[in-house]
């Protein structure tokens, strides 16, 4: 099947490289016309010109940034159909060393952008009959990971306010849905920095509390594959779901078999 996408325009936030790069990648080749944000920007600009679709610098962070590139995509392409909210960072911490200043940033980046994004795009949305918003969550969200616990915090209230959402709209019946994606061990920038950002934080052997084989990892079109099925049509019916692509991560009791 080719076309899923097909008229829909879609804006992913930190979509120059990692998860980000590959949905876009993926929504385009599915006929969707592609707006690309990110605090990187001669990667962001690259993609945006291969793939036929926009750039916009955008620190997630900034509330008035997110009201003009709403509203100068709507200007351009007079609707918005799809948000991936997926721009991310991570910050090694436990709760006794996460500084105040990693805490603050981790929340800002995941959370407040999030709330951001949600808050601005659902009237747009809303005029062409609705659209479909994806939150990048993680299995952070629902496990325990002490050495990432800011993370965990802004996954998790990613994942409840995504809930919210979900609900408000289906009450408004604006067409508007929202979703979360939660992965684990897919190959991108910013699970290559993690060992040494461990090591910086907690010293040469960095705690790793993850029950499978984190040698397995997955690719960042897993992932795309799922934000696909969630900004398109077939998952009209889908609205306040959390789906885990993890390789059975989060829900093993034990290790896995060899
Ligand atoms: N890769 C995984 O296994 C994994 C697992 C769980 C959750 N996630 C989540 O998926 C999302 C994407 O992660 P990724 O692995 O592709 O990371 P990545 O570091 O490879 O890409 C993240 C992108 O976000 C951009 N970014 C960072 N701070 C920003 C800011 N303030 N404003 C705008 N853009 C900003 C970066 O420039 C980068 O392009 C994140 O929300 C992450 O938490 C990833």
């Not at 385009?28 to 793939?51: M, P, R, Y």
């Not at 709507?74 to 721009?87: F, H, P, S, T």
Request: hydrophobic share 40%.
């Amino acid at each position: 099947m080719t076309g899923r996408l097909e008229g829909k325009v879609a804006i992913i936030t930190g979509a120059a490289m990692g998860l980000g790069a590959a949905d876009a990648e993926l929504f385009a080749s599915e006929g969707a016309t592609v707006v690309i944000t990110d605090i990187a920007e001669n990667e962001g600009q690259a993609l945006a010109e291969k793939l036929g679709g926009t750039f916009f610098k955008q620190d997630v962070r900034d509330e008035d940034r997110w009201i003009e590139i709403i509203s100068e995509t709507e200007k351009k392409y007079g609707r918005i159909d799809i948000l991936v909210n997926n721009a991310g960072i991570v910050k090694p911490g436990d709760p006794e060393n996460q500084t105040t200043e990693e805490y603050r940033l981790t929340m800002a980046v995941h959370m407040d952008s999030t709330f951001f994004g949600c808050k601005y795009v659902i009237p747009v949305m809303a005029k062409t009959g609705g659209g479909s918003i994806v939150n990048m969550c993680s299995i952070a969200s629902v496990q325990g990971e002490s050495y990432v616990a800011a993370y965990c915090a802004a996954k998790g209230a990613i994942e409840a306010y995504s809930r919210a959402v979900a609900v408000h709209c289906g009450l408004a019946k604006n067409g508007v849905r929202c979703n979360t994606i939660h992965p684990s061990g897919i190959a991108t920038p910013m699970v290559a920095s993690v060992p040494a950002l461990m090591a910086e934080k907690f010293g040469s052997s960095p705690v790793q509390d993850a029950p499978v084989d984190v040698n397995k990892v997955g690719e960042p079109l897993d992932i795309a594959n799922a934000a696909l099925y969630l900004a398109s049509d077939e998952s009209k019916f889908v609205n306040g779901a959390q789906i885990r692509v993890d390789n059975a991560m989060s829900v093993v009791s034990g290790n896995m078999p060899e």
